[in-house]
């Protein structure tokens, strides 16, 4: 920066301004230390567009005002505290800073320890320009005379210890100064100076934790150590060295033109959210599942359904417009148009051939009214053949030339099979005796005697076989299969029937329980249909027993008795 130390008189205030209006002020050599209050900033700072000219106001307790576009600051942009923008394409921030004349320290970290003998200091690098006006050792460690040496030191920064270097100019010396105020001096100091201070009280140094961090003029600079093997009181500079140690006390005074620190002001330029509706898929069909819009682009959102989401779920069943407002997070905005539109179902129709059927019967399912059919069972069969058990409703989907899916189903009605059952009027019949056969109800029949009556009345032989298919109302038919009817000559079957003299049977015929006694014990009793299979097995081990014949239909069977006497066999009739 630019150091001024100017008095200000009548005559030449005018040429004060121009000289400052046109100044190249660094921020960082101006803020700190400097009494000034920043000044504040008024005015529109947002534009939402593609460009815009802002008006900005400095208001503040000085009357020097100017503005800047970086920091650190370059030329000034406006030296009026109301500032009028170019046209900005882009946002772009402003700083504005306010100014005066002040006096300014170095301030010193407060004193830790103390140290007699040879001589220490700090250094720093001077980033900008001034003028150094006074000097101090302060009195914490001593009351005794002062010795202060300011040094340039041109090698940059000195060696560390024990290595030492007496590459410097020296730009101040004072030794064994009396008294405790500040010496004044004019040492001007170039930017990019590396600063040398020595000094003690004494030959007592004042120490101060090293590597400090602080700031001087706005300048952000760090005191290190520096010493030399020698008291300054009697040497001359000499032999300059560092190392990360303490620093001795020394004050630094400067006189100069002052800056506040800088009031920055954001000039926005923002352009409106570039809105965006999707949606996962744009088809939507009349009836069908609701759909989602999202919207992006923006940090706010109101749709024209009244909803602040960014997302919305929608139904329509005509084509619909919807309106979508956003924002951004400076509250820009912009709206957008989506347009939903809605396409018809497909309507399906089913034919079958027949329309009912009888259990066990197959009908035609036929579909039109879409491209692509799936039935609910997951084939996607057109024609469909079904055989179903019972009645069944046969659901479709179909999916049209638009991609929109419509669906139906069809009741396939099932009728059931009449029962059908021959009923003899007699279970035992002998051979030229007449009997009648009598078929389960229905509205129709037809026998395999050619007889379409209900009833018939037959003579069997030895052996006859009849059937009988019957019709009910439904139009459903079924048939008796063939039924097979035993005559039995009817002789040499009584109540009692003896193979020989030691066995008993009863009562024959029998509802179902017969009873046998024997002289013998009975060991096993086998009863036989007249083809010969075994229906019965029975074992024991007692002169009496009694045969459970409930199970057996009506005909007649032969008993086989095997024990310790003769084995018998005979016909016993179940009716």
Same mark, same amino acid.
């Given at each position: 920066?630019?150091?001024?130390?100017?008095?200000?008189?009548?005559?030449?205030?005018?040429?004060?301004?121009?000289?400052?209006?046109?100044?190249?002020?660094?921020?960082?050599?101006?803020?700190?230390?400097?009494?000034?209050?920043?000044?504040?900033?008024?005015?529109?700072?947002?534009?939402?567009?593609?460009?815009?000219?802002?008006?900005?106001?400095?208001?503040?307790?000085?009357?020097?005002?100017?503005?800047?576009?970086?920091?650190?600051?370059?030329?000034?942009?406006?030296?009026?505290?109301?500032?009028?923008?170019?046209?900005?394409?882009? +946002?772009?921030?402003?700083?504005?800073?306010?100014?005066?004349?002040?006096?300014?320290?170095?301030?010193?970290?407060?004193?830790?320890?103390?140290?007699?003998?040879?001589?220490?200091?700090?250094?720093?690098?001077?980033?900008?320009?001034?003028? #150094?006006?006074?000097?101090?050792?302060?009195?914490?460690?001593?009351?005794?005379?002062?010795?202060?040496?300011?040094?340039?030191?041109?090698?940059?920064?000195?060696?560390?210890?024990?290595?030492?270097?007496?590459?410097?100019?020296?730009?101040?010396?004072?030794?064994?100064?009396?008294?405790?105020?500040?010496?004044?001096?004019?040492?001007?100091?170039?930017?990019?100076?590396?600063?040398?201070?020595?000094?003690?009280?004494?030959?007592?140094?004042?120490?101060?934790?090293?590597?400090?961090?602080?700031?001087?003029?706005?300048?952000?600079?760090?005191?290190?150590?520096?010493?030399?093997?020698? &008291?300054?009181?009697?040497?001359?500079?000499?032999?300059?060295?560092?190392?990360?140690? %303490?620093?001795?006390?020394?004050? #630094? $005074?400067?006189?100069?033109?002052?800056?506040?620190?800088?009031?920055?002001?954001?000039? +926005?330029?923002?352009?409106?959210?570039?809105? @965006?509706?999707?949606?996962?898929?744009?088809?939507?069909?009349?009836?069908?599942?609701?759909?989602?819009?999202?919207?992006?682009?923006?940090?706010? $959102?109101?749709?024209?359904?009244?909803?602040?989401?960014?997302?919305?779920?929608?139904?329509?069943?005509?084509?619909?417009? %919807?309106?979508?407002?956003?924002? @951004?997070?400076?509250?820009?905005?912009?709206?957008?148009?989506?347009?939903?539109?809605?396409?018809?179902?497909?309507?399906?129709?089913?034919?079958?051939? &027949?329309?009912?059927?009888?259990?066990?019967?197959? +009908?035609?399912?036929?579909?039109?009214?879409?491209?692509?059919?799936?039935?609910?069972?997951?084939?996607?069969?057109?024609?469909?053949?079904?055989?179903?058990?019972?009645?069944?409703? $046969?659901?479709?989907?179909?999916?049209?030339?638009?991609?929109?899916?419509?669906?139906?189903?069809?009741?396939?009605?099932?009728?059931?099979? &009449?029962?059908?059952?021959?009923?003899?009027?007699?279970?035992?019949?002998?051979?030229?005796?007449?009997?009648?056969?009598?078929?389960?109800?229905?509205?129709?029949?037809?026998?395999?005697?050619?007889?379409?009556?209900?009833?018939?009345?037959?003579? *069997?032989?030895?052996?006859?076989?009849?059937?009988?298919?019957?019709?009910?109302?439904?139009?459903?038919?079924?048939?008796?299969?063939?039924?097979?009817?035993?005559?039995?000559?009817?002789?040499?079957?009584?109540?009692?029937?003896?193979?020989?003299?030691?066995?008993?049977?009863? *009562?024959?015929?029998? @509802?179902?329980?017969?009873?046998?006694?024997?002289?013998?014990?009975?060991?096993?009793? !086998?009863?036989?249909?007249?083809?010969?299979? #075994?229906? !019965?097995?029975?074992?024991?081990?007692?002169?009496?027993?009694?045969?459970?014949?409930?199970?057996?239909?009506?005909?007649?069977?032969?008993?086989?008795?095997?024990?310790?006497?003769?084995?018998?066999?005979?016909?016993?009739?179940?009716?």
């Amino acid at each position: 920066m630019f150091h001024l130390k100017i008095k200000i008189m009548k005559k030449n205030y005018q040429t004060f301004l121009f000289v400052f209006a046109f100044l190249v002020l660094s921020f960082n050599g101006l803020q700190a230390q400097c009494n000034v209050a920043a000044p504040t900033i008024s005015g529109n700072t947002l534009v939402c567009g593609s460009s815009g000219i802002f008006t900005l106001t400095a208001t503040g307790p000085s009357s020097i005002t100017m503005w800047y576009t970086s920091i650190p600051t370059t030329m000034s942009v406006s030296t009026n505290p109301v500032f009028i923008t170019p046209s900005l394409t882009t +946002s772009t921030t402003y700083y504005a800073a306010q100014f005066a004349q002040g006096n300014v320290s170095l301030t010193m970290p407060a004193q830790v320890t103390t140290n007699t003998g040879n001589t220490r200091g700090y250094y720093f690098v001077a980033l900008n320009a001034f003028t #150094i006006t006074g000097l101090r050792v302060p009195t914490d460690a001593s009351m005794a005379n002062s010795n202060i040496a300011v040094l340039n030191l041109t090698g940059g920064a000195p060696p560390a210890f024990p290595s030492t270097t007496n590459s410097f100019t020296t730009l101040y010396l004072g030794q064994n100064i009396a008294g405790t105020a500040v010496v004044p001096v004019n040492i001007p100091i170039p930017a990019g100076t590396t600063v040398g201070v020595l000094g003690d009280r004494g030959g007592v140094c004042s120490y101060a934790t090293g590597s400090y961090s602080t700031t001087f003029l706005g300048m952000n600079i760090v005191l290190e150590r520096l010493g030399m093997q020698f &008291p300054l009181s009697s040497n001359l500079p000499q032999s300059l060295w560092t190392e990360n140690s %303490y620093i001795s006390r020394v004050e #630094i $005074y400067a006189d100069g033109l002052c800056s506040s620190s800088l009031t920055p002001v954001t000039a +926005s330029v923002i352009i409106p959210p570039a809105l @965006n509706v999707s949606t996962p898929s744009t088809l939507v069909c009349v009836g069908g599942s609701a759909t989602t819009l999202t919207a992006s682009g923006a940090s706010n $959102y109101t749709w024209s359904t009244a909803s602040n989401d960014n997302t919305i779920s929608v139904s329509p069943n005509t084509t619909t417009s %919807y309106t979508l407002t956003g924002s @951004n997070v400076v509250g820009c905005n912009s709206n957008v148009v989506y347009e939903v539109t809605v396409s018809p179902q497909p309507t399906i129709n089913i034919a079958s051939s &027949p329309s009912l059927v009888c259990l066990g019967q197959s +009908s035609t399912l036929t579909l039109t009214g879409a491209d692509t059919f799936t039935w609910n069972s997951g084939f996607s069969i057109n024609p469909l053949i079904i055989s179903p058990a019972l009645t069944t409703t $046969y659901g479709v989907s179909g999916t049209g030339n638009n991609g929109c899916v419509g669906y139906t189903a069809f009741t396939m009605s099932v009728s059931p099979l &009449p029962t059908v059952a021959i009923i003899p009027s007699s279970t035992i019949i002998c051979v030229g005796q007449t009997m009648t056969l009598t078929a389960s109800s229905a509205s129709s029949y037809s026998w395999s005697t050619g007889q379409t009556s209900q009833a018939i009345a037959v003579t *069997p032989g030895v052996v006859n076989v009849y059937a009988v298919t019957v019709t009910n109302a439904a139009g459903c038919s079924k048939n008796s299969g063939p039924t097979t009817f035993v005559s039995s000559p009817c002789t040499g079957i009584e109540e009692n029937s003896f193979t020989d003299s030691t066995i008993r049977v009863y *009562p024959n015929p029998t @509802n179902g329980q017969l009873t046998i006694n024997s002289f013998h014990l009975i060991r096993e009793i !086998i009863v036989k249909d007249l083809s010969g299979r #075994i229906v !019965i097995e029975q074992t024991g081990n007692s002169p009496d027993a009694r045969l459970d014949m409930e199970s057996l239909a009506q005909g007649v069977y032969i008993v086989e008795i095997f024990g310790a006497g003769p084995s018998s066999s005979f016909r016993v009739i179940k009716n």
